[in-house]
């Protein structure tokens, strides 16, 4: 266990530091760093299994869960502590009262502590290979037979924990506005009157969603006061918050006449920013058909904004090309790399180039412009572009449109595979 060494540079672990903390001292660095290499990997393994888990960067919660989880199996295989319910990571508790809450079957989630068992098992194997035979001999029954139990216990503590959160959470009103408002956003029928008792919010006018979200539990009572900023910014006339999560809040706000266009646009310079606090926006809509499409608008926003595409606040206005272009990740890539060509290349000057020629199509060929977006000399921008096409291998086009295309998704998912 305390040879354990990360296979590349160490990650940003996702677990509270006094977690990290108390596996060091029981383990060293480079084992904890293993530990959080592992759990990424284990996670989107999970995931890729169990799709109801939800993507590994969209959930932090089940993130660390995973982490708690794999540290605590390697102080566990170092320490053999008596394995009882409380060797169950707290942070794995809390993300299985996440799954309940997001009424995921229970049968699901216990298949993700299967998976991640059988994971953790292989890797800890591939590891132990390395070693020399007498220790390979000495320990592979051990740390098999220990994780078993391991899993075992953390499999019933997590079973219970999750029949009485979900239990509590069905019995809670906020259960009742949650699952209202799942069905509208499937687009099942839900009679206004319902509705309306139901959520305490009128359907039958204009509506604008947000996605308010956090990277830090810590921040998670803010939520709601953000909304409400944001409400009154935008003169909203009535307020629904649903929480969605430990770190994510959907609120969605309604005027009975249309706003002006522009009632969104000035968000970010009237509302202070909230770090770690991020928004995205989607855009305004009217009756239940408008609540659902600006509710979707903002999930697709903060899915840009995950990319890296913009600030603290995402409107969907702002993005809603990007996330067109980025809905189908892999394909989009291939787009790129077809187009780009030689200028697709995973490399820093080459990197450069592309943004330079990005900027300059953008500003319509502008290379003073282009400049100045850029805080370069204009003889800088005409011999990047230079350059660039020299990589591109052909001229420009009177349409550059999947030039353009192809450039705007490089620099958003990075450049794909030929």
Not at 49 to 61: I, L, W
Not at 102 to 126: C, Q
Not at 197 to 214: D, I, K, N, P, Q
Request: hydrophobic share 45%; aromatic share 6%; glycine share 8%.
């Amino acid at each position: 266990m305390l040879r354990l060494a990360p296979g590349a540079g160490p990650l940003e672990p996702v677990c509270p530091p006094e977690t990290l903390a108390v596996a060091e001292r029981a383990l060293g660095a480079d084992p904890v760093a293993w530990a959080v290499e592992v759990a990424r990997d284990m996670a989107a393994h999970i995931v890729r299994q169990v799709p109801e888990h939800g993507a590994p960067g969209a959930y932090p919660p089940f993130q660390r869960a995973v982490e708690a989880t794999v540290l605590t199996a390697l102080r566990g295989l170092a320490t053999e502590p008596e394995p009882t319910a409380a060797l169950v990571a707290p942070e794995a508790v809390s993300g299985n009262a996440e799954l309940a809450r997001r009424n995921i079957p229970l049968d699901r989630v216990l298949r993700g502590v299967r998976l991640g068992h059988a994971y953790l098992h292989a890797r800890l194997m591939e590891a132990l290979d390395k070693e020399p035979e007498d220790v390979r001999a000495q320990e592979a029954h051990r740390i098999s037979e220990l994780l078993f139990v391991y899993a075992d216990v953390q499999a019933s503590r997590l079973a219970e924990e999750y029949v009485a959160e979900r239990d509590r959470w069905r019995r809670s009103t906020e259960a009742a506005r949650r699952r209202t408002v799942d069905e509208l956003l499937a687009g099942r029928p839900v009679g206004g009157a319902v509705a309306a008792r139901a959520l305490g919010y009128e359907l039958a006018r204009y509506h604008a969603a947000f996605v308010v979200t956090s990277g830090s539990q810590e921040a998670v009572g803010e939520l709601r006061q953000l909304a409400a900023e944001l409400c009154r910014a935008a003169g909203g006339e009535g307020l629904l918050t649903v929480t969605a999560g430990s770190t994510e809040l959907w609120a969605w706000v309604c005027w009975s006449a249309e706003p002006a266009r522009d009632a969104l646009a000035g968000l970010a310079r009237l509302v202070p920013e909230r770090r770690p606090l991020r928004v995205a926006v989607g855009p305004v809509g009217h009756g239940t058909e408008g609540f659902r499409r600006s509710h979707r608008g903002a999930r697709e926003a903060e899915r840009v904004a995950r990319l890296g595409a913009t600030g603290w606040l995402c409107d969907y206005a702002d993005v809603s090309t990007l996330a067109l272009l980025t809905a189908d990740p892999e394909h989009a890539r291939w787009f790129a790399a077809r187009v780009l060509g030689a200028l697709g290349a995973d490399d820093p000057r080459v990197r450069e180039l592309r943004e330079t020629l990005r900027v300059y199509l953008a500003e319509g060929r502008s290379p003073q412009n282009a400049a100045e977006r850029l805080f370069v000399a204009r003889n800088t921008v005409t011999y990047r572009v230079r350059r660039a096409l020299d990589l591109l291998g052909r001229p420009l086009d009177q349409d550059a449109l999947e030039l353009r295309t192809a450039l705007e998704i490089a620099r958003l998912l990075g450049p794909g595979r030929r």
